[in-house]
T-cell receptor, first 117, second 109 residues
Framework: GAVVSQHPSWVICKSGTSVKIECRSL??????MFWYRQFPKQSLMLMAT?????????EQGVEKDKFLINHASLTLSTLTVTSAHPEDSSFYIC?????????????FGPGTRLTVT | GQNIDQPTEMTATEGAIVQINCTYQ??????LFWYQQHAGEAPTFLSY??LDGLEEKGRFSSFLSRSKGYSYLLLKELQMKDSASYLC??????????WGAGTKLIIKP
């Protein structure tokens, strides 16, 4: 089956520093990857849609200069949280759809838990 | 606006059957998904419905009525490991997934 990995699985950083999270599709190519954020006891919130070779599309209210997304290849997308603050502490999850926008399934990575102190 | 409603929390007994409902109002429809999410973990895919009717997959079944904007997830022979949140999501006309807030299912012995 399709597998998506994320690295790191958890990270603790100091306020003001930047953190990079990697999302990889291990056994399929994904033209589109999605980045979500989930706060405790809340549902998934889509942050941005990442398309290989082009700029990411950010959801309303998500600061594109703070959450930098790079989709350099068909199997790798990265999310960099710049100048992190404690309110950025959350569970960040990526997902990927195989080639073809009509693919019905999104495969989720295991998530990255970010704690900003 | 787009909206997906599902109950916040449900409780059921081990071995029993539970039905989790989901109603939706979206701009277009390109399929409805159910995901299971255990605490602290990412969601895992359970089912996909794009046509009306019932899709059965082992202990889990999912039903869709597009005319009513309604779906349910049916879990049979409940096990303690089924304690999780169940997320309903709909793909709209732009193939964007719209997520419900999730239903926390508590299984009691």
């Amino acid at each position: 089956g399709a597998v998506v990995s994320q690295h790191p699985s958890w990270v603790i950083c100091k306020s003001g520093t930047s953190v990079k999270i990697e999302c990889r599709s291990l056994d399929f190519q994904a033209t589109t990857m999605f980045w979500y954020r989930q706060f405790p006891k809340q549902s998934l919130m889509l942050m941005a849609t990442s398309n290989e070779g082009s700029k990411a599309t950010y959801e309303q209210g998500v600061e594109k200069d703070k959450f930098l997304i790079n989709h350099a290849s068909l199997t790798l997308s990265t999310l960099t949280v710049t100048s992190a603050h404690p309110e950025d502490s959350s569970f960040y999850i990526c997902s990927a759809s195989p080639l073809g926008t009509e693919s019905y399934e999104q495969y989720f990575g295991p998530g990255t838990r970010l704690t900003v102190t | 606006g787009q909206n997906i409603d599902q109950p916040t929390e449900m409780t059921a007994t081990e071995g029993a059957i539970v039905q989790i409902n989901c109603t939706y109002q979206t701009s277009g429809f390109n399929g409805l998904f159910w995901y299971q999410q255990h605490a602290g973990e990412a969601p895992t895919f359970l089912s996909y419905n794009v046509l009306d009717g019932l899709e059965e997959k082992g202990r889990f079944s999912s039903f869709l009525s597009r005319s009513k904007g309604y779906s349910y997830l049916l879990l049979k022979e409940l096990q303690m490991k089924d304690s999780a949140s169940y997320l309903c999501a709909v793909k709209d006309s732009n193939y964007q997934l719209i997520w419900g807030a999730g239903t926390k299912l508590i299984i009691k012995p």
